[in-house]
């Protein structure tokens, strides 16, 4: 009887903890909506110059964008009809393509999508591979990884993306240097580079994260107790390291799964890569606001459902995060 | 793409206790690069901006031109030590704007409490939502290329990874015994706080702007590379890797990989050593405990 009542509470503040992570990245992307939404209102002068980039059009072409953009209307109502139109999936028409935000964007994704992908399982396979393999030999192995891991976080990706594109593509011709290739073989083989160059920073990173989480669980007595019962060394490592190191591990590559996104913009443009990552920067540098604000909504979009799955997943890889979140 | 990782944090306190010989290499690479952008003008043995198409993309080692030229034939060399200035200036800016938002909202936060710091921290759980080079990229699609906007957004960005962190130490710090003993005796709310805190907070505060003065110069650089950052005539070295886009292509890549190890060797000096000042906070303070 009491352990139910108990059992129940407990349900309860779990839910009111699930409710209040969600809440919250739901108020986080509404907040950052309104920034994305705001910036176009900041711009000196008229937005609508500005985006037409000085071209020359009638007095009913810049009424129509001036409409388009709920120019003509106050901030909040401007607001709520692009926000229930994005809400749509719609962002508007570009002004430089003439053609829907969305669709510009849904084409780009057959890029960036599997280059975005390509490049996680790159960083986390090798990142968690260094990782577990320097924190269990520990010794000169682990300084060479814990080395190799502080110079690859530091290599900006436009770093690594030039260095790699001299060597692998100019330098042995071994790798294509731009276009992105059709059909999947030829796909994968010209994104190879792309996605190296854009995993060097999360493989820094995870490797050096990985590391000293699964250090410290080796060195935790649990490990000892198992190793002692004669438990194999695989087994110990695989049940009693790995298991527990996860969780942690996991916010980070939730982390860095979103950075990839926004890690598209330098790599697509060294790589000559038509992705939604070059297409950011060209519509950056031609005001093309509708795009802009269409990627960078999605953008804070994936960063935060990201983040909320990973932090909602959290209790069931590691039932104890859910005891200490659901007291607080 | 700038991660807090409180992991590496730890990590770093624990392995700071031999003070590891990068440290003092670190620093002296810095310091080497800053007297050379400071002294271009004196030092560089050529104008940055003197083409001669004649000279153009000399390999390294040339005489008159040790690191060779670009593809306008300008010395890499001028131009690398030219580029410093704006490389490091630009994220200095941001991470003195950023560390003056952060310790302001992080000490309310932690002196205030209440709705205050319900309010500002959450403002800053929003803010870190919001990847730093988008809202960069963002203002520069209000503003037009050039880097005070770009600045001042990044310093923005930033400031939740200073401000986090001075106001959990100033919480700390807030509970001990001589902060009350200064209030017993009288002293205003705010002159303890600026007098008496924030002293306390400072070295934390300096690891941590450390750190984002590495992420910052990489922002700046990669928006410099897009073309969205510094305009020509000046120069970064961001906007010279960019520049030497179509000589890489052409097998000649020198004059972009100069400029990109001067970017990663700075960026890897100033990570070790702001993690090495964060290691000695984190070992002086396990000591005082």
Redesign the interface.
């Known amino acids: 009887m009491k352990r139910t009542r108990a059992d129940r509470a407990g349900k309860r503040a779990f839910a009111g903890w699930i409710g209040k992570r969600v809440l919250?990245g739901i108020?986080?992307v509404l907040?950052?909506s309104v920034?994305?939404y705001g910036?176009?209102r900041?711009?000196?002068g008229d937005p609508v110059l500005a985006m037409t980039g000085g071209r020359r059009l009638t007095p009913d072409q810049i009424e129509a964008l001036r409409h388009r953009h709920g120019l003509d209307r106050g901030f909040v109502q401007g607001y709520l009809a692009w926000i229930g139109d994005a809400l749509r999936l719609d962002f508007g028409m570009s002004t430089n393509y003439q053609t829907s935000v969305t669709s510009l964007i849904t084409n780009r994704l057959g890029v960036s999508g599997p280059l975005i992908l390509y490049s996680a399982v790159l960083a986390v396979v090798s990142g968690l591979a260094v990782a577990l393999v320097s924190a269990v030999k520990g010794g000169l192995v682990n300084r060479a990884a814990g080395m190799a891991a502080?110079?690859t976080?530091?290599?900006?990706?436009?770093?690594s993306a030039?260095?790699l594109?001299?060597l692998f593509s100019?330098?042995l011709g071994w790798f294509p240097?731009t276009g992105a290739g059709t059909g999947l073989a030829d796909r994968l083989w010209h994104l190879t580079l792309p996605a190296v160059a854009m995993a060097i920073?999360?493989f820094g990173?995870l490797a050096?994260?990985g590391?000293?989480?699964f250090a410290e669980e080796l060195r935790r007595e649990h490990v000892e107790v198992a190793r002692s019962r004669g438990v194999g060394a695989a087994a110990v490592i695989r049940r009693h390291v790995v298991r527990n190191a996860l969780a942690?591990m996991l916010t980070?590559v939730g982390?860095?799964f979103?950075?990839l996104?926004?890690?598209t913009?330098?790599v697509e443009?060294a790589f000559g890569l038509d992705g939604v990552g070059s297409l950011?920067?060209s519509?950056?540098?031609r005001?093309d606001?509708p795009v802009?604000q269409g990627i960078?909504l999605i953008?804070?979009l994936l960063?935060?459902v990201v983040?909320t799955l990973v932090d909602l997943a959290m209790p069931f890889i590691d039932p104890r995060v859910a005891l200490g979140g659901a007291g607080r | 793409?700038?991660?807090t990782?409180p992991?590496?944090r730890?990590?770093s306190a624990r392995r700071g206790r031999r003070r590891p010989l990068i440290v003092p290499f670190a620093a002296g690479f810095l310091l080497l690069v800053a007297v050379a952008g400071l002294l271009a003008p004196v030092l560089a043995p050529h104008s940055p901006d003197a083409t001669s198409l004649l000279d153009s993309l000399l390999p390294p080692g040339t005489e008159g031109h040790w690191l060779g030229t670009d593809s306008t034939g300008r010395d890499v060399l001028s131009r690398v030590m030219y580029g410093a200035r704006l490389s490091l200036l630009a994220p200095l800016g941001v991470v003195l704007l950023s560390g003056v938002l952060g310790i302001a909202l992080g000490l309310l936060a932690a002196r205030a409490g209440g709705w205050a710091d319900a309010v500002v921290s959450?403002g800053m759980?929003?803010v870190f939502?919001?990847?730093s080079?988008?809202l960069a990229?963002?203002?520069?699609?209000?503003?037009?290329?050039g880097l005070t906007a770009p600045i001042c957004a990044l310093a923005v960005s930033y400031t939740p990874f200073v401000g986090r962190v001075v106001r959990s130490v100033a919480i700390q710090e807030g509970a001990r015994p001589y902060m009350e003993s200064y209030r017993v005796m009288g002293f205003g709310e705010l002159w303890v706080t600026l007098r008496h805190l924030l002293p306390n907070v400072m070295p934390v505060l300096i690891a941590q702007s450390t750190l984002a003065f590495?992420y910052a110069l990489?922002d700046l650089?990669?928006l410099s590379?897009?073309?969205?950052g510094v305009r020509p005539p000046d120069a970064d070295w961001?906007s010279m890797?960019s520049q030497?886009?179509s000589a890489?292509?052409?097998?000649e890549?020198w004059s972009?990989?100069l400029p990109?190890?001067a970017?990663?060797l700075t960026?890897?000096s100033?990570?070790?050593l702001g993690e090495h000042l964060g290691g000695s906070i984190g070992r002086k303070q396990s000591e005082g405990a």
């Open positions: 919250g108020l986080t907040l950052a920034l994305i910036a176009l900041l711009v000196p502080a110079v976080t530091a290599t900006p990706t436009f770093v030039i260095g594109l001299a100019v330098g240097a920073v999360a990173v050096r994260v590391n000293a989480a942690p980070i982390l860095l979103a950075s996104f926004v890690g913009a330098v443009t950011l920067v519509s950056v540098s005001r606001f802009v960078a953008a804070v960063f935060v983040n | 793409m700038t991660l990782i992991a590496l730890a990590r959450r759980d929003i939502a919001f990847p080079l988008l990229m963002l203002v520069v699609a209000v503003s037009g290329p590495g990489v650089a990669a590379y897009l073309g969205l961001g890797i030497a886009r890489i292509l052409q097998g890549p972009g990989l990109g190890l970017v990663l960026v890897v100033v990570n070790v």
